[in-house]
């Protein structure tokens, strides 16, 4: 039982990225997945989230109309769609699930119990 998280990689300012974020061993569209990051020096905090049972989607301030959150339980992802880009946005990122199917939110870090390993995403010029 695992998830997997990728697509990260060096991106100028304004550019775009999708995350992916893969599960093996267990069907993913049973719980809400979110999408945390954590960049140096800092703590890990969430970005985004999506609901099992009805798609809603929830965004922190700091990304909401610039990140798109998605699910396609054929493939058993979770993508994030991360637009206009910007170096405060530099950051490994990290998707998780308290397996629960419902989102409180962004989610708390200290609340998921199945993490991926992170992929890293970096904003320069």
């Known amino acids: 039982v695992q998830l997997q998280a990728s697509g990260g990689g060096l991106v100028q300012p304004g550019g775009s990225l999708r995350l992916s974020c893969a599960a093996s061993?267990?069907?993913?569209?049973?719980?809400?997945i979110g999408w945390f990051r954590q960049a140096p020096g800092k703590e890990r905090e969430g970005v985004s989230c999506i609901n099992s049972s009805d798609g809603s989607t929830y965004y922190a301030d700091s990304v909401k109309g610039r990140f798109t959150i998605s699910r396609d339980n054929a493939k058993n992802t979770v993508y994030l769609q991360m637009n206009s880009l910007k170096p405060e946005d530099t950051a490994v990122y990290y998707c998780?699930?308290?397996?629960?199917?419902?989102?409180?939110?962004?989610?708390?870090?200290?609340?998921?119990?199945?993490w991926g390993k992170g992929t890293l995403v970096t904003v320069s010029s």
């Open positions: 061993g267990f069907t993913l569209d049973y719980f809400a």
């Open positions: 998780a699930t308290d397996r629960t199917p419902i989102c409180v939110t962004v989610g708390d870090p200290r609340d998921m119990d199945l």
